[in-house]
């Protein structure tokens, strides 16, 4: 792992613990209407995300999260994140954070929702609502 991953990793953790917490909310708020533990819709899952995410005030949050992560590493932003794509995208696994830095794409992943494949190559994926949110943090 290198430093500016794991100094990322670390800041998120200790900075910004309750946006995570945020982002655990919502993921909940969006999984709890389910009558089983899937869905295989995953319009519901990444269109309800964010829109739960929005109206938490925890999408508007996340360039700052993001800002402040790269700070972290000691590398500076080319330009002022904002809350869309290419810097927040929305996934159906959860938000998705990136910036370029000087030795590469920093990616910020809150995985909230996991992706289920079907065996049957005909069936649609399932997401089923991780027990918490995973943070992954890569260089690439």
């Not at 998705?96 to 994926?125: H, K, N, Q, S, Y």
Request: proline content about 9%; overall charge neutral.
């Amino acid at each position: 792992m290198s430093h500016p991953v794991r100094d990322a990793r670390r800041r998120i953790r200790t900075d910004h613990a309750s946006i995570v917490d945020g982002i655990d909310a919502c993921a909940d708020a969006v999984a709890a209407p389910w009558d089983t533990a899937r869905t295989t819709d995953r319009k519901t899952v990444a269109d309800g995300l964010h829109r739960t995410l929005a109206d938490a005030g925890v999408l508007e949050a996340l360039p700052r999260v993001l800002a402040d992560t790269v700070d972290a590493t000691g590398y500076e932003l080319r330009a002022t994140p904002v809350p869309a794509p290419p810097y927040v995208v929305v996934t159906s696994r959860g938000p998705l954070l990136r910036a370029t830095i000087d030795p590469g794409r920093l990616v910020i992943r809150f995985d909230t929702f996991e992706v289920v494949r079907d065996p049957v190559p005909d069936r649609p994926p399932a997401y089923r609502r991780l027990d918490g949110t995973r943070l992954e943090v890569s260089l690439e």
